[in-house]
């Protein structure tokens, strides 16, 4: 699949389109916002160039302090230097506990105004409310739902070889089994540990189930990390890595992913802005590349969302913060936005019709009742930024170093996740 002309195109596009957002307010010059996040690659710029096109419509500016990073891994240090330097940004993407962490230290607006205005505890899914919610205050604007235990695999490798998508390890091992030996590596990797806790999390959801999961990640119960479901995890996980090779490869995501796109691998397990970043490249989720649920985890949605804070500091922009805090929940928006970013709404009232494959298995995965929703440990939906860090590393070093036995990554973890 060749698509460097279609991505050539679709970036031509959106210059243009953008072009044609409203002239006169931008003659207005309004000050920037200033936005620190980590959204580098194709898509994440293509997602962002929607967030300033819709606020540019409503005479405002966003500028960028964008730190590069899969994971926000450097983006949340400089954020820690830039708050000590006297020098906090107006707008931050801080999510899940990094979010808590930092209004307990007083740097986050509340949003309750604008909250209440725009009715969000109406149109925002229960969940996604609940985690912009802290102490009954609002905290942040959340911009949409990633879920972490996807599959994607590319569509013209599986129709060649006869293979349908795993909906089970039995099953992923013959798919992988066939696509070996006909010279295809079966799951692109990266050895970045955060890379490795995303592929990790999803498939202990799988293996241990819901209940056990949430003791383990969410209650962080120390000796549940000890039973027998960890370290059949923990030995898919190694298996799964040694299915590309011997040779450990920190690569960032956006490489793994294009991975599928020039068919070097066939699939690859990441959270679904991999999806948005195969689209920014041209490739289309009907017919290039397919989205499935990680094995084991159908009716399973683990999920990360993105969310924006505003934060006090010297410039008191307050009613420009929530201004742009409105504007990014607002259905234009969020459609918008989330067709690229490759995250689905955080509006219940979305007509799922008209998202691409992979969005609506997203999306009404997350909206029907009943389903599991569990939150990515990964993405800092579950734990402190030091807990999280600790686990991925444990993961990183059983990963990649044979002589580490699953016995002894399980005692380490149990340590890892004992809360202070
Ligand atoms: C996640 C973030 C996504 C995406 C990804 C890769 O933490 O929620 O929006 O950007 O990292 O950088």
């Known amino acids: 699949m060749n698509l460097l002309n279609a991505h050539r195109q679709a970036m031509k596009f959106l210059q243009s389109a953008l072009l044609w957002v409203p002239c006169c307010a931008a003659l207005a010059q309004p000050l920037p916002l200033d936005v620190l996040h980590w959204w580098t690659s194709s898509s994440e710029q293509l997602a962002v160039d929607q967030l300033k096109a819709h606020l540019l419509f409503n005479g405002m500016r966003w500028k960028d302090a964008a730190i590069p990073g899969g994971g926000g891994m450097a983006a949340v240090k400089v954020l820690k230097s830039r708050v000590l330097l006297g020098d906090p940004p107006d707008v931050a993407q801080l999510i899940g506990t990094t979010l808590t962490d930092w209004n307990d230290m007083g740097l986050v607006m509340p949003l309750n105004n604008v909250a209440n205005r725009q009715r969000w505890s109406q149109t925002l899914f229960p969940t996604v409310m609940k985690l912009v919610t802290y102490k009954g205050v609002v905290i942040a604007a959340p911009l949409g739902i990633h879920r972490i235990n996807t599959l994607i695999y590319n569509r013209h490798v599986f129709a060649k070889l006869g293979l349908i998508p795993p909906a089970n390890w039995e099953e992923f091992e013959l798919v992988a089994q066939k696509l070996s030996a006909q010279g295809v ?64 490869r920190e690569r960032a995501w956006t490489d793994a992913t294009r991975d599928i796109l020039d068919e070097s691998a066939a699939m690859v397990i990441m959270g679904d802005w991999a999806k948005g970043e195969l689209m920014a490249w041209g490739a289309s989720p009907e017919k290039d590349f397919g989205c499935a649920a990680m094995p084991g985890t159908h009716k399973m949605h683990l999920y990360s969302v993105d969310t924006l804070a505003m934060l006090w500091n010297s410039h008191k922009r307050t009613s420009a913060q929530e201004k742009l805090a409105e504007l990014v929940v607002a ?89 202070p």
């Open 331 to 419: 259905s234009p928006t969020q459609l918008a936005y989330n067709r690229v970013k490759g995250s689905v709404p955080v509006r219940t009232d979305v007509d799922a019709a008209n998202l691409d494959s992979c969005a609506r298995d997203s999306w009404t995965t997350f909206a029907t009742p009943g389903n599991v929703l569990a939150p990515s440990l990964a993405h800092r939906m579950a734990a402190d930024e030091a807990t999280k860090d600790a686990v991925a590393q444990i993961l990183w070093r059983f990963a990649i170093s044979p002589t580490m036995t699953t016995k002894e990554a399980q005692r380490r973890l149990a340590l890892a996740v004992r809360t």
């Open 185 to 248: 590596k079966p799951l692109a990797w990266s050895d970045e540990a955060w890379q490795i806790a995303t592929v990790f999390e999803s498939l202990l959801l799988g293996e241990v189930g819901p209940a056990q999961y949430r003791d383990l990640i969410v209650k962080r119960k120390s000796p549940a990390w000890l039973e027998p479901g960890i370290e059949k995890a923990l030995t898919r996980l190694r298996w799964l890595r040694n299915l590309s090779g011997d040779t450990p």
